[in-house]
């Protein structure tokens, strides 16, 4: 059966919304923890719109589970992950003006700026995946980059206007996973996935991880964490 990897982010966007200390992230991530999530995913931003730096800290400490930091391949922020060494680190692309994250990595691109980050997490003992768009190009760059992970944008799949679009955009994650794993790498997935959508993912026997955050949260403020996070893990269970 698939993971699921839960994101706190906003949680934090809440707390920030009055610069207080409630609701705390820390948390949420130890009841999702409780509530069977495998992993929690927290993207400390340059701006810090939301995840602070005492949080992933703190995560570090008390969660019993993966900890996977999302950033950007900034020296900055790859100093202090290097500090606060999380089991993973997800790069992701990152605009200041974007609400959320709007697309994979450019690793042909970008290879020269991601690269040196990319090796020094790694030397600080770091598994590093990247987020990339389905998308062959980037699979292989990513495989030439020396890393053994990554996490596949579902964002056009999930943003689908109909069925045919849908359709289309599944086989091209679903043909983006066999490539990835016929090439020896781990392969997850995420972004805009929810209660609705994420059925058609989790028949990717390919992908080991989906990563979820907002629909899990925005379910939450009716449900609570723990149930909306057993919720995702029974229609994982069941699909």
């Given at each position: 059966?698939?993971?699921?990897g839960?994101?706190?982010?906003?949680?934090?966007?809440?707390?920030?919304?009055?610069?207080?200390d409630t609701?705390?992230?820390?948390?949420?991530?130890?009841t999702?923890?409780?509530?069977?999530?495998?992993s929690i995913?927290?993207?400390?931003r340059?701006?810090?719109?939301?995840?602070?730096?005492?949080?992933?800290?703190?995560?570090?400490?008390?969660?019993?589970i993966?900890?996977?930091?999302e950033?950007?391949a900034?020296?900055?922020?790859?100093d202090?992950?290097?500090k606060v060494?999380?089991?993973?680190?997800?790069l992701?692309?990152?605009?200041?003006?974007?609400?959320?994250?709007?697309?994979g990595?450019?690793?042909?691109?970008?290879?020269?700026?991601?690269?040196?980050?990319?090796?020094?997490?790694?030397?600080a003992?770091?598994?590093?995946?990247?987020?990339?768009?389905?998308?062959?190009?980037?699979?292989?760059?990513?495989?030439?980059?020396?890393?053994?992970?990554?996490?596949?944008?579902?964002?056009?799949?999930?943003q689908?206007?109909?069925?045919?679009?849908?359709q289309?955009?599944?086989?091209?994650?679903?043909?983006a996973?066999?490539?990835?794993?016929?090439?020896?790498?781990r392969?997850?997935a995420?972004h805009?996935?929810?209660?609705?959508n994420?059925?058609e993912?989790?028949k990717?026997?390919?992908?080991?991880?989906?990563?979820?955050?907002?629909?899990?949260?925005?379910?939450?403020?009716f449900?609570?964490?723990?149930?909306?996070?057993?919720?995702?893990k029974q229609?994982?269970?069941?699909?």
């Open positions: 059966m698939m993971e699921l839960v994101n706190i982010d906003h949680v934090a966007t809440l707390r920030q919304a009055r610069l207080g609701p705390d992230p820390i948390l949420a991530a130890v999702a923890q409780n509530a069977g999530a495998d995913v927290a993207h400390l340059e701006d810090r719109r939301h995840i602070q730096d005492r949080d992933i800290f703190i995560l570090k400490k008390i969660l019993r993966k900890f996977n930091l950033m950007s900034c020296k900055q922020i790859v202090i992950a290097c060494k999380p089991h993973q680190a997800t992701v692309p990152e605009k200041r003006q974007e609400l959320t994250t709007e697309g990595l450019d690793l042909v691109s970008q290879y020269k700026k991601i690269s040196p980050a990319i090796e020094k997490l790694q030397q003992g770091i598994k590093v995946s990247l987020f990339i768009d389905p998308d062959k190009k980037q699979i292989n760059a990513a495989k030439k980059m020396g890393v053994r992970l990554i996490e596949l944008h579902t964002g056009a799949f999930a689908a206007q109909n069925k045919s679009q849908q289309k955009y599944l086989k091209q994650l679903k043909d996973a066999v490539f990835a794993k016929s090439n020896d790498l392969v997850f995420g805009g996935l929810d209660y609705n994420a059925g993912i989790l990717i026997k390919e992908i080991e991880e989906l990563n979820i955050g907002y629909a899990i949260i925005c379910r939450a403020l449900t609570g964490i723990a149930q909306a996070v057993k919720e995702m229609l994982m269970e069941n699909t």
